[in-house]
């Protein structure tokens, strides 16, 4: 459970870093757009206004930017705790992991739902208690308790079996999600790519370089953030599989 915890708290610690990497990458265009606010304040082409709007927009995504440094620091102390390290420990993260698709493609879900409940800690406990029952030497109330612990273990049962159930299709929908955001990336680079190409032939500005530049690393940060639900969601089944609660 430890491993599995740990992994987890992996898993929110890398989308938070990759939270903060889409933001900063939102910070070029802004300075971008500040920069031309003034020029055409000092040419007289615009207003005070603008400007004003500009700097506000790049504040506040200071302000963001902070915030997930923050979040990120609280993290990873929490992860470090965890391995038995120094809570200000230079924590660097790994790559971002592939999501498991073999595991998932080969996986059966009537199979692993079986498993799950023969290793589940919760109706492996409620199935001791039961057990223990027999030993009772109170026999007038022994039946209903005996009843009774029989229907929370079926609730339990019932309940692991929808859990599994949803998660599989969870599964699915993160993995269409992946493959979209995959599709959105390839076109976004290719559009950077041919932005890039008329910025130096003088056919475009550098604004618009810089923009086709941020849709391409948004899309980027977007895809890497469907990499790292789809392969979550993936683990998350592996866990419940194992016998370890539904998170």
Not at 132 to 156: H, L, P, W
Not at 175 to 199: E, H, I, N, P, R
């Amino acid at each position: 459970q430890l491993v599995s915890a740990a992994q987890s708290l992996f898993s929110v610690c890398k989308q938070m870093e990759l939270n903060l990497e889409q933001a900063s990458l939102s910070r070029p265009l802004l300075e971008s757009s500040l920069k031309i606010a003034q020029v055409n304040v000092s040419q007289g082409t615009g207003t005070q206004l603008q400007v004003t709007e500009a700097q506000l927009a790049l504040a506040e995504l200071d302000q963001n930017i902070a915030q997930l440094q923050n979040q990120l620091a609280n993290l990873k102390a929490q992860l470090n705790t965890m391995l038995g390290c120094s809570y200000n420990t230079q924590l660097t993260l790994g790559d971002l992991p592939q999501p498991d698709l073999a595991y998932y493609q080969n996986a059966n879900l009537a199979n692993n739902i079986k498993t799950a409940m023969s290793n589940s800690y919760t109706i492996r406990y409620q199935q001791e208690e039961l057990s223990q029952m027999d030993n009772e030497n109170d026999y007038s109330s022994i039946d209903r308790e005996i009843q009774a612990k029989r229907n929370e273990i079926a609730m339990e049962q019932s309940s692991l079996q929808v859990a599994m159930t949803n998660q599989y299709n969870t599964i699915a929908a993160a993995q269409s999600t992946y493959q979209l955001q995959q599709q959105k990336y390839q076109a976004t680079k290719t559009k950077y790519d041919q932005a890039v190409l008329t910025y130096r032939v003088g056919m475009s500005s550098k604004l618009e370089m810089e923009s086709a530049k941020a849709d391409y690393l948004s899309a980027k940060s977007a895809m890497d953030n469907a990499q790292m639900d789809l392969f979550t969601q993936i683990e998350s089944y592996k866990g419940m599989v194992k016998g370890l609660p539904a998170s």
